[in-house]
Every structure is written in C-alpha cells, then in structure tokens.
C-alpha cells in the first residue's frame, strides 16, 4: 500500500487514507489521468465524486477519486450555447455561471442538479435532457474521458457527426467503468422566461395521458407537475425557448382546452416531494404508475414522444415502496442512487460477453481475486462515477 | 463497365457451395456480375474505377440471407474459416463503406425487407434492414406517417444504410438524424451473436448509439426500431436573401437558438444561390465558365476550365455576394397549415432582423420539387472528364465561418468548390461542400495511365479539404460516415479515442472479419 501511495503521490495528486482504501484529490486533469494510470496499473476498484456529489467512502483496497478541485468552468459562450466545463464542477454552479451569461441547462431532475458534471453523463440519465420537437438527447455536445492507462480521449465538439460509434457514449452512462469523465463542452439553451399553463385532469392517469398525447404531437413540454389536489389532477406545465415557448403554449392550448385561470408558474416550480424516486421511464409505466393507489405526484423532466424522467410519489408510502412501484411496471431506478440497478443494461440484449471483452480491451478489468467487503454506502458498483443522493 | 468481367475463383466457388448448402439454393453466387456489383458502391474513386472498366475489389462472394438468423449463420460460417464479411446494402454509400477491400463475403441485406410494423399511436415502426428508403417512406405514408428521413439517396438506400453510416435526411433539423430516429436496433456481431438494444431506458453505456454509425465494422444491423410521426399536413416554405452568407449564417443561427423547429433550413454560397435562382425572374445569370462546370456542358471547355481551378473559383468571388437561405416548416393535424405559418412567420421576423429579405414562397417551394435531382446530376460532369465528390462536415456557430473560409482556400487550387449549410442545429451547423476537379479523358478514352493521374488529383484535393477541417476543428464527416476515403484522418479526429475504436472492436468483432479495412479497423 505505501507503494501505491507513493506512486499516486507522484502524479501530484494528494493522497490520504481512508478506511482501507486512499482518497485522492488530483489538482488537474493530467494529473487525473497519471492518478488513473496508476490505480488501474493495480487493478484497484475506483470511485470519482465530484462537487456536490453525495460523500462515499473509498473502496476497501481502492481508492476514491475526489474531482473537487477540477471545477473549472473555462467559457461559456451563450451565442453559440456552449461551455466548457471540467467534471468536478457542480451543476448548480453551471447553471449560475450560464444565467450569468444568459443561457441555461435547462430543466433537470433534482438529483442532477445537487451533484457534479461528471456524475450527471457518466449516470444514468447520460446528461440527456429535452430538446425540442419532442426529442431527448445528451448535453455533453463533447467528452475528454481519462482511459485506463491515462490518457485523455476526446471527442470533436460538433453538433452531429458521422466518423463511426459515438465513443461519448463509452463514456456517457457508464459510471466511470470504461473511462473516467474528466471535461466536457456542454450544449447551453438561451435563458429566457418560460411559458405555462395549467389544467385540471380527472386523475393522475389521465393527466399522464394528456401530457403524453401533446408530446406526440410534438408540443412536448419542457417540466411539468402533476398532482392530485382537491380530488383532481392538476396539470401545470411549462414551454422554454424565446422564440417557441408562446407559440408551443398556444397550441397546447388548442389541444387541451382553456386553461385555468391560475398563474401555473409557482405549481410547475413547486420542488417535488423529497419522499419521491427518480425514474426514466415510458408513458406506459408512467401511466401505470399513475393509476396505483396511492400515487400523488408526478413531476416531469426531458419529456420526449416515448416518456420522460420523472419523480414519482405516493401519498403514504416509504421510499422504498415508492421505487417498488415505479420498477413493476419498467421505470427505471435514477435516484435514490442506493435503490438503483448497478450493472449495465448489456447482458438483457445479448451483449454479455463483448460487455467482458470490452471491459479487458480497455484495460478496466478489476483484481477479485479476494473476495471484498462491500462498500459502507450500499450497492454502489465499483469503478462508479458518482452522484448526489439529494433530490433536491 | 468495358472490361471483361472477371470469373469467380477457386474460394470463391468453394464459399459458394458452402453458402448455398447452409443456406439453401439461389441464395449465394459467384457469377461474374454479381461480383461486379458488389465490387464498388457510390464513392467517387470507384466511379473512377468503372469509368476505366476496373473493379480491383470483387467479393469472393455473395450470399443474400433472409433472416437474422441466417446473417448469425453466415458470420459464424465466416468465422470459422476467416473470411472477411462485407455487409452491403444498396451501394449509395459515398466513402467506399461497402467495397470488399479483402474480398470474402458481400452480404446483400435486401431481401432483409418484410413489411414495416408500423404503431402511429406510439410513433414507432419496425423495420428490417434491407428496406429501401423511398418504399419505406411509401409504405408509412399509406398508413399516415412519416419518419421524416429524407436523405438525396433516398431512392437507392437502405434503412441498414442509413443506421450504418449515422446518415442525414434533407430535413433533419425537424426530425433528427437517424441516431437521434433510432430508438433500438436488432444486430449480429462478429461472433455471430445476435443483440437486440431496448427501445426502453437501459442501464449502462447506449448499446444504440455504440452500434450505431458503426459501418458494419463491429455488428451488421438487421432490424431496427425507429421513431415516426404523423404525415404533415401542413408545408410553409420560404426563400429568404442575405447580402451575405455570414448575414445567412447569423440568420440560422437565431432560428434555431430561439427553439423554432424548421424542417428546411439551407444556406446556399453565393453560386448556388445563382444556381438556385435559375429560371426566375431578375436575378444573375450564371457566367459561361462555371455553367460549363456545374453542368457537365461543352465536355472539351470543361476540361480546360477545369485545368485552371484557382481561376473559377476567382470567379465565383466575384459574383454578387448575396446569399439565399431556404426555410421551411411542417404542421400535423387540423390546425397542420397554420401551425406551420405561425412558426414560418415567426422565423421570417428573426431572419429579418439579422437583414434577410423574404422572397416569398416560390424558391422554397422549386427547392421541394427539385430536392433529388441535384444527384442525378453528377454522371455528365464524370462522362466529360471530371470528377465531382461531396464533403459534408459540422462545426459549432463559433467556428462555422472560419471553416467555409478554410476549406474553400484550401481546395481552391486542386478543384472548383460550392457549399451550401444545412442540418442546423442550437450549437450549430454541417457545411456541405461539392467539388468538382479534372479526373482525365472522358469515359470509353481512359486508360490506367489517366486514372492514376485522376486518383493523384482526387487524393490531393481530398487531402487540401480534409486537412483544412482538422485544422478547423470541425468533425470529419456529419453523414457520409468514414468507409475507406477518409479513414486516414480519423486519429486526427479521435486523437487516443482510437484506443476506444480498437477496444470496441476487440469486443464485438474479435476475429476481425466484419467489413476489414473501414474505419482504420
């Protein structure tokens, strides 16, 4: 271990122990990279937390990553609509820094927006949120991910391209498995004041289905709220962009009727329940959640035509009866982030063994020759990238 | 083609036997011209190879399988003897994704085309690989969809095309390119395994997306899922003009950034704009020379012009710099019509204050019904002597103009250059760049001998405009995908990101027989 320590100390990193593991806080990117060589030269189990991340212990005989100190926000530039951003920042301060700038990230579950950049691609949610038209897709426009043997891949920041596989998303959803976040260029929206309208819907599944009927008619809307209130379903709901917002409430408007005569801002703002889970789920799991007894919010993020994110809660139950109820009909745990399914989707689509393989191509295979004790926070995986327990 | 064509050999036949006993009669042959024609698909250099009568990378073989479970069949039969499989869809690939650089197998994904499952309600349909683009779109319409993918290739393209080169529809800033239509696809691997990705939230790394784009170097599609929606029932369209194409640049940019979805949003270079306005009334005409170029005219003028690149391309900036932007939106529904014109106008006051000057429907409305044409156009400018080819790169707002500037300077003395801007984005926008430069004698008069010289001026035009977009920091390829042509300046593009390429490829093709020689892989 003290050669380890060492050798982590001359990446210029800092180094302590921690439990039976090593936290280490690199100063910089390159010294992320040195620090991961090194860790991953030892099959070490990894962590990374960022800014703003929840606290987690080192693994028994690996190491923590502590990105705080790479937050630096290098630009932002709000004509194109991006920034640069290093992976420890926190995205509240993201955001802030882009306000200042007259832009924004746009609507976010609350889990994302307490913990770090690079918790935010590498999680479960990829960095994907809204756009419009109906459509999802990542924030992250470019990635600079540290390899196992250090050094720094990253991808041309164009809007679109066509030069094979996305490797963003090796990096992307990947909870530091296959390479460490380090920097991204992150996609901006214009800042400009949202359009809302409210409306009233006998229940909750039949607010889920108005809300799913106007996403398929591509008039998606950015956040929404429902919640059961005085034996009905409120349906607050909001429309960003300084161009299209009035003219996406206008035709919500002819879709669903006149609205209420309430000012629908404070609803859809209105934080969720802090007694909710976090899912990504479909309109059908949604609306099935949305009929169970007992169910009392939802609120609605990175609405698209197939479903949304969402936090889901029931009137009385416990958190953990909560994510029961969303997982039966094929939500998808996002936070609590101790509820959440740790291992890759891959092995559910035929692609266990090119999962294994590829974990040993890059190099980011871990020693389980000894059987370790698990780690104090729960299921956390190895090698994960990590978030914020906080919903909001 | 003039050349004999030439007979199969002794792998051939013995693959072909081997195929046909494993997959039943008629579904594999080496006869001579089915190897021809999955010898090449549609990029420049190997137009310049059939203009000569060469096909100097036949397929050992071709075998046509009617299921994914036969494509599993053919690649684990592939693997066990070694042999290159080349998946091949219908040959519109520009890049040389499809051309059996290794010979081996030519894996014709066609009669992967069984009717669509289409579920408007959920806005999904499922569709084989094989699936021509124009019946595709023909058979949704019937059922009152759209999948909004519109490429120039539509004719003559597959939905495994599409998906293997991340491909662009002429109206992609509406509904997405096909990575962003694509919601789950069914695919065989190198191994012979067959994965199918969820159309459902999935934990991990985006199986899709990774599959996605992969030109057949990692897994061969099959099947896919993607996204549809309801036919338009509503079309505004509209030409705008800027004093220039930065002022048009600016234009697009606003629209987009205000979060308005136009399905057409085209910026055409000043010579396109003339180009364009042909036919209409009060606007320039087109001066001789680059008549001569863009229309493939008075083949033995073309060639001397051609000669001389430097000076048409002086020429072309000294046109009026004024710069036409065509725009468009589409509604659904009842209210599909004004939906449309609502959003229309509201784009027409943004470009307006970044000085555009509307124009009214009509060139919106002749850039519709003309859209296809332009690559029907390329085959009299090959016949006379020249060659034409496509670059088609992006970059974000911040650097788009500095892009147009470089490329241009830098292809400017191999070849006389166009661009038009299209598939915009909020961050930005893709440059589609043509160019035309001397290939040699026209077709029945070329040898060898000119067709090296022809290469070495297509190479070193490739080289110029490439290099100039690295240098620029814009992305190789927006949807032509890499293939053969420019897998060269691929690390300049990934950087250490190649060690990822090379991993995934380790992991889903580790005997290395899927497509060998793309992708650098």
């Known amino acids: 271990m003290n050669e380890l320590r060492d050798d982590l100390a001359a990446t210029g990193s800092a180094v302590v122990a921690e439990g039976a593991g090593l936290r280490v806080t690199p100063p910089s990117v390159a010294a992320l990279g040195r620090a991961v060589a090194v860790l991953r030269g030892h099959l070490l189990p990894v962590r990374v937390r960022g800014n703003g991340d929840a606290p987690v212990e080192a693994p028994p005989g690996g190491a923590l990553i502590e990105l705080t100190a790479l937050d630096r926000i290098a630009s932002v530039d709000a004509a194109t609509g991006i920034a640069r951003v290093e992976a420890g920042c926190s995205v509240a301060a993201l955001e802030t820094a882009a306000r200042r700038a007259g832009a924004t990230l746009g609507p976010l579950l609350p889990s994302v927006r307490a913990g770090s950049l690079g918790a935010w691609l590498a999680g479960p949610t990829r960095g994907e949120r809204g756009i419009p038209g109906a459509r999802r897709e990542t924030a992250a426009l470019s990635v600079a991910a540290v390899l196992a043997d250090g050094r720094l891949a990253e991808s041309r920041a164009a809007p679109r391209s066509a030069t094979g596989p996305d490797l963003d998303h090796l990096a992307l959803g990947g909870s530091g498995r296959l390479c460490v976040v380090a920097a991204a260029w992150i996609r901006l929206f214009p800042a400009a004041p949202p359009a809302y309208a409210a409306w009233k819907a006998p229940d909750l599944a039949a607010a889920i289905g108005m809300v799913q009927g106007l996403c398929a008619d591509r008039i998606a809307p950015a956040r929404g709220m429902l919640r059961l209130q005085d034996g009905a379903a409120l349906v607050a709901l909001s429309w960003e962009g300084p161009g299209a917002a009035r003219l996406q409430r206008g035709r919500a408007v002819r879709a669903l009727g006149e609205p209420l005569a309430v000012d629908a801002g404070p609803e859809v703002r209105a934080p969720p329940s802090s007694r909710g889970v976090e899912v990504d789920a479909r309109w059908e799991a949604l609306g099935a959640f949305a009929r169970r007894r007992g169910a009392a919010e939802i609120a609605l993020y990175g609405l698209h035509a197939g479903g949304a994110f969402a936090v889901l809660s029931l009137a009385e139950e416990t958190v953990e009866e909560c994510a029961a109820a969303a997982r039966g009909p094929g939500a998808r745990l996002v936070a609590p982030r101790r509820l959440r399914e740790s291992g890759p989707s891959w092995p559910e689509m035929g692609a266990a063994a090119a999962w294994d393989r590829l974990v040993t191509a890059l190099g980011t295979e871990e020693d389980r020759s000894e059987e370790r004790a698990p780690p104090a926070t729960g299921g956390a995986p190895p090698g994960a990238q990590h978030g914020s327990e906080k919903l909001r | 083609m003039t050349a004999p064509l030439r007979a199969a050999g002794p792998r051939g036949r013995a693959l072909e036997r081997d195929l046909t006993a494993l997959l039943g009669p008629f579904a594999a042959s080496c006869a001579p011209a089915d190897l021809w024609a999955m010898s090449r698909d549609c990029w420049p250099r190997s137009l310049l190879w059939t203009k000569t009568g060469i096909a100097p990378h036949p397929p050992d073989v071709v075998v046509w399988p009617a299921s994914t479970e036969e494509v599993a069949a053919v690649v684990r039969f592939a693997g066990e003897r070694q042999v290159p499989v080349v998946p091949f869809g219908a040959g519109s ?429």
Not at chain 2, 94 to 115: M, Q
Not at chain 2, 211 to 226: F, M, N, P
Not at chain 2, 247 to 262: D, F, K, T, Y
Not at chain 2, 286 to 314: D, F, H, I
Request: hydrophobic share 45%; glycine share 12%; net charge negative.
């Open chain 2, 93 to 521: 690939g520009v890049c040389g994704g499809a051309v059996p650089l290794k010979g081996g197998i030519a894996l014709d994904l066609k009669r992967l085309s069984g009717p669509p499952c289409v579920d408007l309600p959920a806005r999904t349909v499922d569709v084989e690989a094989g699936m021509n683009g124009q019946r595709l779109e023909e058979l949704l319409g019937a059922a009152g969809a759209t999948l909004g993918h519109f490429p120039s290739s539509i004719y003559c393209s597959t939905v495994g095309g599409w998906l293997a080169a991340r491909s662009a529809g002429q109206l992609s800033s509406r509904y997405g390119k096909i990575e962003d239509i694509v919601l789950a696809v069914e695919a065989v691997d190198g191994t012979g395994a067959i994965l199918r990705t969820q159309d459902a939230p999935s934990a991990g790394p985006d199986l899709t997306q990774i599959l996605v784009g992969s030109e057949g170097t990692l897994a061969i599609v099959t099947k896919a899922r993607l996204r549809c929606w309801p036919a338009p029932t509503g079309r505004w369209m509209r030409g705008v003009r800027f004093a220039s194409v930065q002022a048009g640049m600016a234009g697009i940019r606003s629209v987009m950034r205000s979060g308005l979805r136009p399905a057409v949003a085209r910026l055409y270079d000043p010579l396109d704009t003339l180009l364009a306005a042909r036919g209409g009334s009060g606007g320039h005409a087109v001066p001789e020379p680059l008549r001569w170029v863009v229309e493939g005219a008075q083949a033995e003028a073309l060639r001397l012009a051609l000669r001389a690149p430097l000076v048409l391309n002086r020429l072309v900036d000294a046109l009026p710099a004024s710069s036409l932007l065509i725009l468009g939106f589409e509604g659904e529904g009842a209210s599909g019509s004004a939906d449309a014109r609502e959003e229309g106008e509201a784009a027409l006051a943004l470009v307006a204050a970044e000085g555009g000057e509307d124009l009214g429907p009509s060139p919106g409305e002749k850039w519709l019904a003309n859209r296809y044409k332009i690559s029907y156009r390329q085959s009299p400018l090959f016949s006379a002597g020249a060659f034409v080819d496509t670059m088609e790169v992006a970059t974000t707002w911040d650097r788009l103009d500095a892009l147009y500037g470089a490329v241009r300077h830098a292809v400017a003395s191999h070849a006389f250059v166009m661009a038009h801007f299209s598939h915009a984005y909020l961050e930005g926008c893709s440059i589609y760049f043509t160019f035309v430069g001397l290939a040699g004698a026209p077709a029945g008069a070329s040898d060898h001998e000119d067709l090296e010289e022809a290469e070495e001026r297509y190479d070193a035009c490739w080289n110029a405009a490439l290099s100039a977009a690295c240098d620029s920091g814009a992305t190789l390829s927006h949807h032509h995908g890499v293939g053969v042509h420019k897998q060269v300046f691929l690390p300049r593009e990934h950087g250490e990101g190649m060690r990822q390429l090379r991993a995934l490829k380790q992991a889903f093709d580790p005997r290395g027989i899927l497509n060998p020689g793309k992708l650098l892989l």
